[in-house]
């Protein structure tokens, strides 16, 4: 079992920057490929960025590919999606999620738990 919570959401204008963290509870976190994802209202959930377990592969939605980084320091349970350049088009609830695949999948269904969500707006 695996608990997630994520933290570092916010208000911030076109062009800003924010850090998401992610806190994991249980001893195996560094056994997890983990993912972030985002929804906006009206819209699915949607594929962010993903990492394996020892961070040494990332992957991005092509909408954010050179303005988001993931990250993660499996000494502290956690995971970390650096934001830059923050469009409005940003603006959603982003869900930080664990998956027991070897490779981190994009499919929201191939992760096993997932945190309650946080809130970023980007305002124009």
């Known amino acids: 079992q695996v608990q997630l919570v994520e933290s570092g959401g916010g208000l911030v204008q076109v062009g800003g920057s924010l850090r998401l963290s992610c806190a994991a509870s249980g001893r195996t976190f560094s056994s997890y490929a983990m993912g972030w994802f985002r929804q906006a209202p009206g819209k699915e959930r949607e594929f962010v960025a993903a990492?394996?377990?020892?961070?040494?592969?990332?992957y991005y939605a092509d909408s954010v590919k050179g303005r988001f980084t993931i990250s993660r320091d499996n000494a502290k349970n956690t995971v970390y999606l650096q934001m830059n350049s923050l469009k409005p088009e940003d603006t959603a609830v982003y869900y930080c999620?664990?998956?027991?695949?070897?490779?981190?999948?994009?499919?929201?269904?191939?992760?096993?738990?997932w945190g309650q969500g946080t809130q970023v707006t980007v305002s124009s």
């Open positions: 990492i394996n377990w020892h961070g040494g592969s990332t």
């Open positions: 999620a664990a998956s027991g695949l070897l490779l981190p999948p994009r499919s929201s269904s191939e992760y096993d738990y």
